[in-house]
């Protein structure tokens, strides 16, 4: 695909790489993406509560994330190497994606309001047809993102050409992005007054929490809008159409079969992760063993602050409960200080992957970095648990002490440094991906963004995986998120040892064009 160096001129070949800032501007898309996603992981449960939805529906519908990631990644991917729109082969795409957060976002925040239109009751009941409204809204949130994330890294990689810095720079710029956005996301979820600027949102229906939730999300929808339209009208996709898929334009029976229409979709997923090559295959599997690490410390970090480190309980009386929320918001400040930390080190990983001897070595070293890290969880919860024993406060108190400073910062630190793996987590594999498209030659069957689909099962399964069985796991062992966790550190221990040991490194510099033909459409 040929993509303008500038404004009314486009690049002299497919695989010539375009400026930076017009890397930066696609990239910038990530803030507001995940502006959306902060909000909700920052307000949802009081939301949750003011509908009623029932604890045992709950891990259903977090569950809708994986399942669209593992479904509408590929299928958009392979749509999206093959789009032969006027507009680009990304673009269309990216727009859908975006229209559809914000009509997602519009039904989440309004399903109650929508809910009692419909005969919904008022007060502390249950309201069935809020719940679906916002389960739906939930569900078409996921697949929006996954529309929108995948044609967007598949387009950075577009324009970073054969640069293998600039693929390993542009995804690094999307996971900074992707940390402002948190940023962004946690300071506006954490102001409690910001419906005063849209006081309509406050209705009959809607209390203070579900205002606030409502304003920020029109904020949310607005600066995505801004993003993306700034980027679209900043970079420019020439059209694609089959015979570009080569640098000489000469058209191969490849080429041939790609001009055929095409609809078995799922047997071009088979014959994509038959056509893998021994790099892509390593690449899968340190993704997948690097998530089934991350997803229990995802899913229940402010959980595990709230209860195993302030002794709160969600389910207890009203004192266990107070604990519990004030260990959330201490664990929401921790995720602050996570983003600031991820932010920083996404800017950081070109020099730190040389200075550390390429990015496959820093990929090893962080994926211990984060065994230590979520190992650490366990001293935490001891000290905490001594400590409650120590001063005496049980779970019957009419008043349960917060722990001591001294534990708080450690739980915050871990935090902290987990933005340090987080980063690589966000950028080092897609970049591979995109790499190992690029030099894979003929003997690859899949573009960009099949390829990145593909890699996305190995993120979604994992996530499946910890979804369904988390839960039973920690209660096989006693309860609590401490088995999950230490799961995890193994997970991670043996994600850094496969890509220290197994995982090939990149070549450096540019690709040759002929390693381009048939590989990269």
Same mark, same amino acid.
């Given at each position: 695909?040929?993509?303008?160096?500038?404004?009314?001129?486009?690049?002299?070949?497919?695989?010539?790489?375009?400026?930076?800032?017009?890397?930066?501007?696609?990239?910038?898309?990530?803030?507001?993406?995940?502006?959306?996603?902060?909000?909700?992981?920052?307000?949802? =449960?009081?939301?949750?509560?003011?509908?009623?939805?029932?604890?045992?529906?709950?891990?259903?519908?977090?569950?809708?994330?994986?399942?669209?990631?593992?479904?509408?990644?590929?299928?958009?991917?392979?749509?999206?190497? *093959?789009?032969?729109?006027?507009?680009?082969? @990304?673009?269309?795409?990216?727009?859908?994606?975006?229209?559809?957060?914000?009509? %997602? &976002?519009?039904?989440?925040?309004?399903?109650?309001?929508?809910?009692?239109?419909?005969?919904?009751?008022?007060?502390?009941?249950?309201?069935?047809?809020?719940?679906?409204?916002?389960?739906?809204?939930?569900?078409?949130?996921?697949?929006?993102? *996954?529309?929108?994330?995948?044609?967007? @890294?598949?387009?950075?990689?577009?324009?970073?050409?054969?640069?293998?810095?600039? =693929?390993?720079?542009?995804?690094?710029?999307?996971?900074?992005?992707?940390?402002?956005?948190?940023?962004?996301?946690?300071?506006?979820?954490?102001?409690?007054?910001?419906?005063? +600027?849209?006081?309509?949102?406050?209705?009959?229906?809607?209390? &203070?929490? $579900?205002?606030?939730?409502?304003?920020?999300?029109?904020?949310?929808?607005?600066?995505?809008? +801004?993003?993306?339209?700034?980027?679209?009208?900043?970079?420019?996709?020439?059209?694609?159409?089959?015979?570009?898929?080569?640098?000489?334009?000469?058209?191969?029976?490849?080429?041939?079969?790609?001009?055929?229409?095409? $609809?078995?979709?799922?047997?071009?997923?088979?014959?994509?992760?038959?056509?893998?090559?021994?790099?892509?295959?390593?690449?899968?599997?340190?993704?997948?063993? *690097?998530?089934?690490?991350?997803?229990?410390?995802?899913?229940?970090? =402010?959980?595990?602050?709230?209860?195993?480190?302030?002794?709160?309980?969600?389910?207890?009386?009203?004192?266990?409960?107070?604990?519990?929320?004030?260990?959330?918001?201490?664990?929401?400040?921790?995720?602050?200080?996570?983003?600031?930390?991820?932010?920083?080190?996404?800017?950081?990983?070109?020099?730190?992957?040389?200075?550390?001897?390429? &990015?496959?070595?820093?990929?090893?070293?962080?994926?211990?970095?984060?065994?230590?890290?979520?190992?650490?969880?366990?001293?935490?919860?001891?000290?905490?648990?001594? *400590?409650?024993?120590?001063?005496?406060?049980?779970?019957?108190?009419?008043?349960?002490?917060?722990?001591?400073?001294?534990?708080?910062?450690?739980?915050?630190?871990?935090?902290? +440094?987990?933005?340090?793996?987080?980063?690589?987590?966000?950028?080092?594999?897609?970049?591979? %991906?995109?790499?190992?498209?690029?030099?894979?030659?003929?003997?690859?069957?899949?573009?960009?963004?099949?390829?990145?689909?593909?890699?996305?099962?190995?993120?979604?399964?994992?996530?499946?995986? &910890?979804?369904?069985?988390?839960?039973?796991?920690?209660?096989?062992?006693?309860?609590?998120?401490?088995?999950?966790?230490?799961?995890?550190?193994?997970?991670?221990?043996?994600?850094?040892?496969?890509?220290?040991?197994?995982?090939?490194?990149?070549?450096?510099?540019?690709?040759?064009?002929?390693?381009?033909?048939?590989?990269?459409?």
């Amino acid at each position: 695909m040929e993509v303008e160096a500038s404004r009314g001129t486009t690049a002299a070949s497919p695989d010539a790489a375009s400026p930076l800032r017009k890397i930066i501007s696609v990239a910038s898309i990530a803030a507001g993406v995940q502006f959306g996603w902060a909000l909700q992981l920052s307000l949802l =449960t009081p939301y949750v509560q003011l509908l009623g939805i029932p604890h045992q529906w709950a891990s259903l519908i977090w569950l809708c994330g994986p399942v669209s990631g593992m479904i509408v990644q590929p299928i958009v991917g392979y749509h999206s190497d *093959n789009c032969s729109s006027r507009f680009g082969r @990304r673009k269309p795409f990216i727009a859908a994606g975006t229209a559809l957060v914000a009509f %997602a &976002v519009f039904l989440i925040g309004y399903a109650a309001d929508l809910g009692r239109l419909l005969g919904d009751p008022t007060g502390t009941q249950i309201k069935p047809r809020a719940i679906g409204l916002f389960a739906l809204g939930f569900w078409i949130l996921d697949v929006a993102n *996954n529309t929108l994330q995948g044609p967007c @890294r598949a387009l950075l990689a577009d324009l970073s050409g054969s640069d293998h810095k600039k =693929t390993r720079t542009a995804n690094a710029f999307f996971s900074f992005f992707m940390a402002v956005g948190n940023v962004l996301g946690y300071a506006a979820g954490s102001y409690t007054h910001l419906y005063y +600027v849209f006081p309509f949102t406050k209705t009959g229906a809607c209390d &203070v929490y $579900c205002a606030n939730l409502k304003s920020c999300f029109f904020i949310s929808i607005a600066l995505l809008l +801004v993003l993306t339209i700034v980027a679209f009208w900043y970079v420019s996709e020439k059209p694609w159409s089959p015979e570009m898929g080569n640098p000489g334009g000469d058209i191969t029976d490849a080429d041939e079969k790609t001009m055929q229409p095409k $609809c078995a979709f799922f047997g071009d997923i088979v014959g994509a992760l038959k056509g893998l090559e021994r790099p892509m295959w390593i690449l899968l599997l340190v993704t997948c063993l *690097n998530w089934i690490a991350w997803f229990p410390f995802l899913l229940f970090d =402010t959980d595990w602050m709230g209860k195993e480190v302030y002794g709160g309980n969600s389910s207890g009386s009203a004192e266990q409960l107070r604990v519990y929320d004030k260990g959330v918001r201490a664990g929401s400040l921790g995720l602050m200080l996570n983003a600031i930390v991820l932010g920083i080190v996404s800017l950081g990983i070109e020099p730190l992957s040389r200075w550390l001897g390429g &990015v496959k070595r820093l990929w090893g070293i962080v994926n211990f970095l984060l065994a230590a890290c979520l190992a650490m969880t366990v001293l935490i919860t001891k000290l905490a648990e001594a *400590n409650r024993r120590s001063i005496g406060a049980s779970s019957s108190d009419t008043h349960i002490l917060p722990p001591p400073d001294g534990i708080k910062a450690g739980a915050l630190t871990i935090f902290a +440094v987990l933005g340090i793996p987080q980063a690589i987590t966000f950028s080092v594999p897609f970049a591979l %991906a995109s790499i190992f498209c690029k030099t894979s030659g003929e003997g690859s069957s899949a573009g960009q963004g099949l390829s990145l689909g593909v890699l996305n099962l190995a993120i979604v399964v994992p996530q499946m995986v &910890v979804s369904l069985l988390g839960g039973p796991f920690d209660a096989l062992f006693g309860g609590g998120n401490l088995p999950a966790f230490v799961a995890g550190a193994v997970a991670a221990a043996a994600s850094g040892i496969v890509a220290l040991t197994m995982l090939p490194s990149p070549p450096s510099g540019a690709i040759p064009a002929k390693a381009l033909s048939g590989g990269f459409h």
